[in-house]
Structure formats: structure tokens, C-alpha cells
T-cell receptor
């Protein structure tokens, strides 16, 4: 399967600060990337879908001004959590999907803890 | 509304036994049904997937059984090993669009 990396793997920040998470597709050009959030012992919740070169599509209930997504190239998407609060603490996972097949391949995830 | 329903929530199996996890869906437009394995603190990893034109797919110790008429599919892990202890998610999608995930099953294989 495809190789997807995320950076950082974990981050601790103070309330009110912004945090950027990078998602890279290492071995193919990802026209579409997905961002998920996962709380402990729960399923993956899709936050937004980002397509290279266009604005991200956010799921209902996800604040686009709080969770900024940029998909500037076919190998990189970033998620910025702005003015983070403790309730934003979660496991953030990205996935990639190429245009040639339907499979999604997930990154290793980023653990965000907001103090 | 939960698009994909998964059961059981947790499962304990003896080493060497068979682990069975079930999923059900409603949307007949779904055309891709993957299973993911997730270890604590890691992202999900694609385990095996099936499309509705076949009733079964086997890869090593992992088998997906698919019942199109019942709108159900299941994951069977043969000869379960302690290293299989993880959380398993089923999912469904259509035309490569959004994936709908089940709620997950925490599998524990006892030595």
C-alpha cells in the first residue's frame, strides 16, 4: 500500500496557540486527502476532504475557520488547529487516495494535547 | 445515522481460535468494503477489502465474507494470535468517495 507520513507524531501546546500538522504522501501523487479525528476508544470521524488546488470540503459541525486545511501540492496537505483549546485534544489522522483506485491509506496519526 | 453498524464492540478469543467481526450496511450504492487494523497510538492499516461482485476473499489468515442480499459482511481471523490483538474497523464507500466507518471492535487474543 501507499506510504503516508505525518509530522509531528505528537504535540503538546498551550491553550490559545495554533498547531500545524503535516500529511505527506511519499510514493504517489494524492489528488485527495482526508483528515480524521479520533477520540479514545472511538471510531474515526471525518473532518474534511481536501483536493489539491482547491478549497477543502468540511463535514457538518467542523469549523473551517478553526481547522484550516491547505492542500498545496499532490504530496502535502496541512491541518492547522487555530486557537487550540483542551477540547481539541485528540488523535488526528490523515489519509490519501489517488485518482486511480479507491483505497485509502492512513498516516500514523498525530496526538495533540492542549493544556 | 450510522451508515455502517459493527459488532461486537469487544471480543476475547483464545490463541488459535477464530475471531469473527460483523458489519451491516444500508446503502446499496456502496461498492467497496475494506477492513482496517489499528494498534494503539497508530493509524489504521488496510487489512483486506472486497467488492460486491464476490462473496468471499481470503488473504492468509484473514477472510472477508460478503452477503449482498443481507447487506452484511464479516471478517474472519483464523488461528488468532496475540499479535492480532488490536482494534478492527470495517468501512464502506461508493465510487471512491467518503468512507463510512464502523464503530470498531477491540480484539484481545489470550495466549
Amino acid at each position: 500500500g501507499a506510504v503516508v507520513s505525518q509530522h509531528p507524531s505528537w504535540v503538546i501546546c498551550k491553550s490559545g496557540t495554533s498547531v500545524k500538522i503535516e500529511c505527506r504522501s511519499l510514493d504517489f501523487q494524492a489528488t485527495t486527502m482526508f483528515w480524521y479525528r479520533q477520540f479514545p476508544k472511538q471510531s474515526l470521524m471525518l473532518m474534511a476532504t481536501s483536493n489539491e488546488g482547491s478549497k477543502a470540503t468540511y463535514e457538518q459541525g467542523v469549523e473551517k475557520d478553526k481547522f484550516l486545511i491547505n492542500h498545496a501540492s499532490l504530496t502535502l496537505s496541512t491541518l492547522t488547529v487555530t486557537s487550540a483549546h483542551p477540547e481539541d485534544s485528540s488523535f488526528y489522522i490523515c489519509s490519501t487516495r489517488s485518482s486511480s483506485y479507491n483505497e485509502q491509506f492512513f498516516g500514523p496519526g498525530t496526538r495533540l494535547t492542549v493544556l | 445515522q450510522q451508515q455502517v453498524k459493527q459488532s461486537p464492540q469487544s471480543l476475547i478469543v483464545q490463541k488459535g481460535g477464530i475471531s469473527i467481526i460483523n458489519c451491516a450496511y444500508e446503502n446499496t450504492a456502496f461498492d467497496y468494503f475494506p477492513w482496517y487494523q489499528q494498534f494503539p497510538g497508530k493509524g489504521p492499516a488496510l487489512l483486506i477489502a472486497i467488492r460486491p461482485d464476490v462473496s468471499e476473499k481470503k488473504e492468509g489468515r484473514f477472510t472477508i465474507s460478503f452477503n449482498k442480499s443481507a447487506k452484511q459482511f464479516s471478517l474472519h481471523i483464523m488461528d488468532s494470535q496475540p499479535g492480532d490483538s488490536a482494534t478492527y474497523f470495517c468501512a464502506a464507500s461508493y465510487s471512491g468517495n467518503q468512507f463510512y466507518f464502523g464503530t470498531g471492535t477491540s480484539l484481545t487474543v489470550i495466549p
